[in-house]
Nanobody, 121 residues
Framework: QVQLVESGGGLVQVGGSLRLSCTAS????????MGWFRQLPGKERKFQVA????????YYAAAVKGRFTISRDNAKNTVYLQMDSLKPEDTAVYYC??????????????WGQGTQVIVSS
């Protein structure tokens, strides 16, 4: 069973940066497409970015393209989400996901517990 653990969330001011980490156990990140989603209370999880090994491609939601970057360290079995130029509307709980590829939550089989990001103005 693959387990994902996110870390790195917190409180940041508008225009600031955060780097989220997602470390996998029970499976290799190179075996999956890896994605990041975010969710507001009472709302569905929204796709932000994903990397597909099979397609060797990275996909970004329009709202974060140019500000967010996904990367991975296979040796550490960890995926990162670098978030720059943060805006108040980036405030959400961020989830790491494995499975995919795809841009909807149902495309992914495994999820982390989420990490809260708050962008204050």
């Amino acid at each position: 069973q693959v387990q994902l653990v996110e870390s790195g969330g917190g409180l940041v001011q508008v225009g600031g940066s955060l780097r989220l980490s997602c470390t996998a156990s029970g499976g290799k990140i190179s075996s999956f497409s890896m994605g990041w989603f975010r969710q507001l209370p009472g709302k569905e999880r929204k796709f932000q970015v994903a990397f597909s090994w099979s397609e060797d491609s990275t996909y970004y939601a329009a709202a974060v393209k140019g500000r967010f970057t996904i990367s991975r360290d296979n040796a550490k079995n960890t995926v990162y989400l670098q978030m720059d130029s943060l805006k108040p509307e980036d405030t959400a709980v961020y989830y790491c996901a494995a499975g995919g590829p795809g841009a909807v939550a149902g495309d992914y089989n495994y999820w982390g517990q989420g990490t809260q990001v708050i962008v204050s103005s």
